[in-house]
């Protein structure tokens, strides 16, 4: 015991202390304490467009990440459907998480991404590497589509149909940001989720006076949804991507009502 009393005195006297500094040694900007929420969105949104992910376009919110990094590991879809890939740098990011999680636990199921847009040629070229790889990673298929086009719509949606093949499901609908487009995805997709599964409906701020950026948006993809939720009683609107305050999407996360017993 005495021996090791020694050895923690001696210890003691070559610990580095540091000084204690006061705080206003490091000032914060003075923008911090001048600039709102609403400033905060609208710089965001003047740099979202610029953004990349693994040297794909790729226009999202760090906070809307946050949440489907929540909702991914919360949900746990096998199937993700995209509708409006663009360039395809979401695709690849939803690519990464499905992968990270498939690598975690061996004995999932395999997870599909499906994309659909109406130009399908610079997603392919940027995710071609990834395209007909199945068993390395989770499988991507892209599907040409127009949302305008019954013809078209029909064949997606039995090509989708059969892919899901009664896997979990989870849609995200970020195509034209119209009332058409959007109304039209609802209506054509959404039968095809079960209880419990979410319907995301991306950049529903273009109906938001305050957070309109330009006046060449455009409009409808939150008048479309809010329609669709008078029409459709099985899906209700969540808050679940309001937790961090900033978001593209407000009150564009819904979810297909759970079955409710004795009912």
């Known amino acids: 015991m005495l021996a090791w009393k020694l050895r923690s005195q001696k210890t003691t006297k ?3 202390i540091p000084k204690l500094r006061k705080m206003n040694d ?17 710089s965001q949104v003047a740099l979202h467009h610029n953004e990349k992910y693994k040297g794909i376009g790729f226009a999202k919110f760090p906070q809307d990440l946050w949440t489907y990094e929540k909702l991914l590991n919360l949900s746990d879809p096998e199937v993700v459907l995209e509708i409006g890939v663009n360039e395809g740098g979401f695709t690849r990011w939803l690519y990464d998480r499905l992968l990270a999680a498939q690598v975690v636990d061996i004995n999932r199921r395999p997870r599909t991404i499906i994309g659909l847009d109406i130009d399908i040629e610079k997603s392919t070229c940027n995710l071609s590497t990834l395209l007909g790889t199945p068993g390395v990673g989770p499988d991507i298929r892209l599907i040409q589509c127009d949302l305008l086009d019954q013809e078209s719509l029909e064949k997606a949606r039995d090509q989708i149909q059969s892919v899901v093949n009664s896997r979990s499901l989870m849609i995200i609908e970020d195509s034209g940001h119209t009332y058409e487009t959007t109304k039209s995805a609802l209506d054509c997709f959404s039968s095809l989720l079960r ?13 938001i006076e305050s957070l309109r950026e330009s006046l060449d948006w455009p409009r409808g993809a939150l008048l479309a949804t809010d329609d669709f939720l008078q029409q459709d009683q099985t899906f209700e609107r969540t808050d679940f991507n309001h937790a961090y305050e900033i978001t593209c999407h407000p009150f564009g996360f819904l979810r297909k009502k759970l079955a409710r017993i004795g009912v």
Do not use: M
């Open 195 to 207: 209880p419990g599964e979410w319907l995301i409906v991306e950049d529903t701020c273009v109906d």
């Open 26 to 42: 490091h000032q914060l900007p003075t923008r911090w304490s001048r600039i709102s929420i609403l400033d905060l969105w609208h």
């Open 14 to 16: 070559s610990l580095y």
